[in-house]
Every structure is written in C-alpha cells, then in structure tokens.
C-alpha cells in the first residue's frame, strides 16, 4: 500500500481536511514531523551561510579594528564588576561547604583542592559565560535587532559598509579575546574568595588551603579552562548576533529574538561544557 500523501506525490499540497477523517491523525503527524525536520535543517543552512559571510568580512579590517576596541571595553572591561562579584560568592559558598560535608579525619588540605578545581575546571568559565550571555549577549542581540528593525542595516549597505563587518566580526572578535581574560579573572578571585572564607570562618590554616591548592596541580588545566572561555565567547557572539540580525515584527520582535537568543547560547554553552569534559577530561590529571 502506498501513502503518496506522506512521500510527496500528487496529494502532498493537499489540505489536511480534505483527506478522510480515519487518515488526518496520521496524515497531520508526518506533516508535522516533516516541517520540524526541515525546519531543523534549513536553520542549520542558513547558519551556515551566516558563518561564510563572516569569514569573508574578515578581509575588511578597515571596517571592523576599529569597532572591535569599542567592543572589547563594552564586553570585557565593563563586564569585570559583575564577574568579580559571581566569582568572589560562588569561590566562598563552595569552599564553606567543602569544608563541613567532609568527614572526619579527613585533611582539610582537600577544601583548598576541591575549590581549585572546581572553581578552575568548571564554575569559573561555565558561570561566566552564562551570566555574561544575559549581560552581554541581550545586549547584542537587542542592538542589532533594533537596528535590523530601524532599517539601519539597509542604509550600512546603501552607504557600501559591509554590516557583518561593522556589527557581527568586532563582537565575535572582542568575546573571543575578553572571555579567558574575564574567566582569568573569575578563577583568581573564586580561589582567593574561597581561601578567605576558609581562614576567617573555618578551622582550616593558610598552610592547610594553600598546600591542597599545589596538590595534583597541572598546567593544562589553566589552558582547559581557558579553551571553555574561547569557545563560550564565540558561542555567545555568534548565536546573539545572527538572532539579532534576522529580527523582524518591530520592538515585539526584538524582544522575542532577545529571549531566543539567551535560551539558545545558554543550551549551547551547556552541550559545549560537557563535550569539552568528555573529550578531555582523562588529560587533566596531573
């Protein structure tokens, strides 16, 4: 039996109502499936494609040197508040409860351990991203959408700029060079929060917190760390900015480009954090 219906034969167009009523349950599921493949596929295209325009606006440095420095100070420098304050919590809170979930017996050196690499490993550049794609990446996606919106987009390309270059590559180049700076900085005030907390509030002695901090130590997991930030600032420039430049429907959409935005760079940096430790978690240990 054939379903010319479901494989695009001569009944494919057809209004879901005008088939029998045993047929239009099955008939309105494959069409719905087949949409959302589509769909997931046409949206991988035109990312696609969104990403080759970028790659050749970077022949034009003329256009995009100069923005990238405005943007470097709007995403780095005015990001490190915020960042310290994370950062200088999460590093206290995760040290306090280190030190009272263990048992007894066992070296309180471990908290000065524990923190390192937690801070280090994972919270650090995992927090930063996500709380710098509600900072930052809003802040891409509703600029760029509201100029997409104003048609000053349009009047860019009438005056021969090329928009990519102007909006998209001085954000995708700042977030890529700002991000380890600012997870730097995370990692340095977490550790140092947690030592703190651990010697004004704890049992635990400086000598005690800074020898777990030297235990089982390796350089690679500063670069790890590291190579989370690089790709979560480009996760973040790159989905904010193309949901931004394809707003349409006004301030409503820009608004609903804002929120999709923020939802998607934050799933994507959450898949990108755990094939990261997937592919190279057996290197970290010293």
Known sequence: MSYPHFTGGADAGRPT???PIVQRGSIRF???VTRSIQGFFREIG?????TRDILRAFGDPATYVPETLKQMKNIGVDSVPLTVIVAAFI???IALQTRYQLFAGVELSLVGLATRQTIILELGPLLTGLVLTGRVGARMTAEIGTMRVTEQIDALETLAYD?????????LLAAVLMLPVLVVLADFVGVYSGYLICILFTDIKPDAFIAGLRLSFGPFQVVYSLLKATMFGGAIALVCSYEGYITEAGAEGVGR???KAVVITSVTILVLDALTA???ANRLQA
Do not use: H
């Not at 035109?46 to 969104?50: D, K």
């Not at 990519?164 to 001085?170: G, K, N, R, S, Y």
């Open 257 to 259: 480009s804002t929120a």
């Open 278 to 280: 997937i592919m190279l």
């Open 163 to 171: 928009p990519v270059a102007f909006l998209v590559v001085p954000r």
């Open 91 to 93: 590093g206290g809170v």
């Open 30 to 32: 494959f069409r719905r």
């Open 17 to 19: 109502e005008t088939f």
């Open 46 to 50: 035109v990312r696609g494609l969104f």
